[in-house]
């Protein structure tokens, strides 16, 4: 269910929502933890990136919290009936500390992180760097996102109970971030370009510090 509270993008209207499962066939999507970023009075912030699960014919972990959250994890997962070995694929949005934080509790995954895909330690040639989505299935795709970093990427998965579904990092911040996201963009021109697009193509976004929204077109 959604609340009353629209944000306008552009030509897009963004709604919070309170849902974090998005069922669908063949592939599900669930936000086992929302992300937040808390300024303090000191000067400094809290922030703690968002934590998703993709399920179908392959189960993709996107981003994996700050160490700080590996019991949580690991806790959540096996109350799905998941252990580390069962996650086929984990993708890090990029490599800020709260997203990646454990990536060693899945050493027989498939790694993507950034414009990285690796088993193990062998390193597979892709084209994300040169801006090519790079399909996992005809149904997921991993998509070049950049700005908040040179080499961010988002996972987009078709075919849910609320449409096209995109996990964007830190691409978006949270649904209500306006402005908020260019204090921490290393570019804010390729960003909003990313942005848009992302308005342009998804149903539902998972920002990488807040709750699942809806995008609205006219």
């Known amino acids: ?9 552009g030509e897009f209207i963004t709604v919070p929502l309170s849902e ?17 970023c808390l300024p303090q009075s000191d ?62 509790l899945f050493p027989t995954a498939v790694m993507i992180v950034g414009h990285d895909i690796s088993e193990g330690d062998s390193y597979r040639p892709n084209k994300l760097a040169e801006g090519h989505a790079h399909c996992i299935d005809e149904h997921v795709s991993v998509v070049p996102s950049p700005g908040h970093t040179g080499q961010d990427v988002s996972v987009q998965v078709t075919g849910t109970s609320a ?18 996201w260019r204090d921490v963009s290393m570019d804010t021109a ?16 998972i920002p990488g510090h807040g709750l699942p929204f809806r995008v609205l077109r006219s």
Not at 1 to 9: F, I, L, P, R, Y
Not at 198 to 205: F, K
Request: proline share 4%.
């Open 1 to 9: 269910m959604g609340t009353d509270s629209k944000v306008v993008c």
């Open 43 to 104: 000067g400094t912030f809290k922030a703690n990136g968002t934590i998703t699960l993709i399920t179908g014919p392959r189960t993709i972990l996107v981003d994996t919290g700050g160490p700080w959250d590996r019991d949580f994890l690991l806790t959540t997962l096996k109350k799905r009936r998941l252990e580390p070995a069962d996650i086929d694929v984990v993708v890090g949005t990029h490599g800020h500390s709260d997203h990646i934080g454990n990536l060693s």
């Open 163 to 180: 449409g096209t579904v995109l996990v964007a990092g830190d691409l978006f911040e949270c649904c209500s971030d306006e402005d908020s």
């Open 190 to 205: 390729v960003q909003e370009v990313s942005r848009q697009e992302a308005l342009r193509t998804a149903d539902v976004i």
């Open 20 to 36: 974090v499962d998005f069922p669908g066939q063949p592939y599900s999507v669930s936000v086992l933890k929302a992300g937040y």
